[in-house]
């Protein structure tokens, strides 16, 4: 996150608009780092009540949950993420007692605008999200003018101990590892055994499903994943026809079988539901401006909201980079990396010497491969170090990689049968590993 801090130095960032704000994770008090996603789960479900209020612009919990700590600049926050107000506080689950406090800033003055506090037994905090979603919106709506504010969707869910294991998957998802999947899918699956109508845990079991076979871990399972994501998704637009997480589950699914069409109509009905959906703006610009619809600015167009609504999301800028470099508008490629840089400055140096490299000067995505991984090593760097010595004709510095030789690398060189063999030891080394963890 200190890297994103001075990504207002790399670009010129207009004032937020008014109506701008962005949700912090809000602090765990209960000294169990345990009860972190219940935190967590709190200050989520109170952006999600925001994100669907028509005139707000609201910043993703990807970019703002990157921001964490007792002692942070809030006016630096405020201008990485590009807002005029934030929403802050901290949460203590001890006892069976529940206590919130939430207090809305001034992000350009570091100013306090609003605050409140609210205690409540555990078995009432179905209702506390509900008083304090209200609260927070109608303070929010006081301060921008809003003339029309959304009331808080009312939950499809009666059973806290249900509520709770929702909350513990979407803190277990938001690790992005094969292990956070997994036990993320354990959760919604028992949200979902405790109260079997709860929609919103069965577009996140959904989605989740889909992440599993996106591991590549466990080939075998993939037709079982999505059999899964299909039968949740369908279950959660059964029982909440316009869920916006439920349409974008089924935009997953659709798009991932090549059905663009069907997959941007449930896009554009969850964006029409939550007009600060960013992950459905992205994936939504993705169809759109593919090579089977063609729409290549109306994507572009697509793709600049979604970062606007999750600013320090490196997919995002590295997405619209690659297809920038397809179409050869180098300077504008550019543009996106500089962006990129603060972000993620390992990735920028690989896609710089993607941008060197688009003549066929290989050495330049060497130069970018090389420091990339002097800035972040990683395994996958590796790979694209191979990638380039390949291009180059470098068989020996292809083969002394310190990872296993890359078959991809060995392929493009004209080794295919040993490529082959390889590939095949690490499908089978994939498969025991995968075993090995379900079993457990």
Request: proline letters at 4%; zero cysteines.
């Amino acid at each position: 996150a200190g890297l994103i801090l001075f990504a207002y130095d790399k670009w010129s960032v207009p004032a937020p608009t008014e109506g701008s704000i962005a949700v912090l994770p809000f602090r765990n008090l209960s000294g169990d780092p345990e009860q972190e996603y219940f935190a967590d789960g709190i200050a989520e479900e109170i952006l999600d009540v925001l994100a669907r209020t028509p005139g707000l612009s609201v910043i993703s919990s990807r970019s703002s949950f990157q921001f964490r700590g007792e002692n942070l600049d809030i006016k630096e926050v405020g201008r990485a993420l590009g807002v005029a107000l934030i929403l802050e506080g901290s949460v203590r689950n001890e006892n069976s007692t529940v206590r919130v406090v939430a207090q809305l800033i001034d992000a350009v003055e570091g100013t306090h605008l609003w605050s409140q506090s609210y205690d409540r037994e555990f078995e009432d905090v179905l209702a506390l999200q509900s008083e304090l979603s209200n609260a927070v919106v109608s303070a929010v709506g006081e301060r921008v003018g809003l003339t029309s504010i959304s009331k808080p969707r009312a939950p499809s869910v009666e059973n806290p101990e249900a509520y709770a294991a929702y909350m513990r998957g979407k803190h277990a998802i938001r690790l992005q590892t094969e292990a956070g999947i997994r036990r993320a899918i354990e959760q919604f699956e028992e949200a979902v055994d405790l109260e079997p109508g709860f929609a919103l845990a069965h577009a996140a079991l959904a989605e989740a499903h889909l992440k599993k076979k996106s591991t590549h871990v466990a080939r075998d399972s993939d037709a079982a994943s999505v059999a899964a994501a299909v039968r949740h998704a369908r279950l959660a637009l059964t029982l909440e026809p316009d869920l916006p997480e439920g349409h974008y589950a089924m935009g997953l699914i659709s798009g991932s079988d090549f059905r663009f069409d069907e997959a941007i109509r449930h896009l554009e009905q969850a964006i029409r539901g939550n007009p600060n959906y960013s992950k459905a703006y992205f994936l939504l610009g993705s169809y759109v401006g593919s090579f089977f619809q063609g729409r290549y600015v109306e994507g572009r167009a697509l793709w600049k909201k979604a970062q606007d609504l999750d600013p320090v999301l490196a997919k995002s800028y590295a997405n619209e980079a690659n297809v920038l470099m397809g179409r050869r508008e180098l300077d504008e490629a550019l543009e996106q990396i500089e962006k990129l840089e603060s972000i993620s400055p390992a990735l920028a140096a690989f896609k710089r010497g993607m941008v060197g490299a688009i003549d066929g000067e290989w050495a330049n995505l060497a130069i970018g491969a090389l420091d990339s991984l002097q800035i972040e090593p990683s395994e996958g760097g590796w790979e694209g170090v191979a990638w380039a010595m390949a291009h180059l004709g470098l068989e020996a510095e292809v083969r002394a990689n310190p990872e296993h030789p890359v078959f991809s690398a060995l392929r493009l060189m004209g080794r295919n049968r040993e490529a082959a063999t390889i590939a095949a030891s690490v499908v089978e080394q994939n498969r025991q590993i995968a075993g090995a963890a379900l079993s457990r």
